[in-house]
């Protein structure tokens, strides 16, 4: 057995609930994609909200480099979970999310992400913003030191 297999723990119903919790109430995220020009990793940080379903969306502009590299390359990841107010960051959990990248109906999506981003009623009918659904192909969900779970869309119950 392989060192990273010893350190992952077997998924179970808490380490589900615990990522369903981070995706669900995240309202921001840090969007990794690869730079267009160079090929090198790039993070941004984006808005965030859910769909019916659970996928994670984002409305992002045409103009920001990162939904040109989305264009060229759909393959990202999204962190979300936030440290909390006190002690080390690192104790606090945060949900890694594998996925591709793919627009979608920004006109059927607009009541729900509104609900969740109200703020971004000022922008969200410009022409150069589109919604994109991240579709989730694997996550792994750090739940603090010595907890660490990798997760398949299924286990966050994404439809």
Aim: with cysteine; proline share 8%; charged share 20%.
């Amino acid at each position: 057995m392989s060192t990273q297999q010893r350190l992952v723990r077997e998924t179970d119903e808490e380490a589900r609930g615990l990522a369903q919790h981070l995706l669900r109430n995240a309202r921001f995220g840090a969007l990794g994609v690869l730079d267009p020009v160079g090929g090198a990793p790039m993070v941004s940080r984006v808005s965030v909200g859910t769909d019916a379903d659970g996928n994670p969306v984002s409305l992002m502009s045409d103009l920001s480099l990162h939904t040109q590299a989305l264009a060229g390359n759909p393959a990202c990841s999204l962190l979300v979970g936030e440290p909390g107010p006190r002690g080390d960051p690192l104790i606090h959990p945060r949900l890694t999310l594998q996925c591709t990248a793919a627009p979608a109906d920004k006109a059927a999506l607009k009541p729900l992400y509104l609900s969740q981003h109200p703020k971004a009623a000022l922008y969200f009918d410009f022409s150069d913003f589109s919604v994109y659904r991240l579709v989730v192909t694997e996550a792994h969900l750090n739940g603090g030191f010595g907890k660490a779970f990798h997760l398949l869309p299924e286990d966050l119950r994404l439809a």
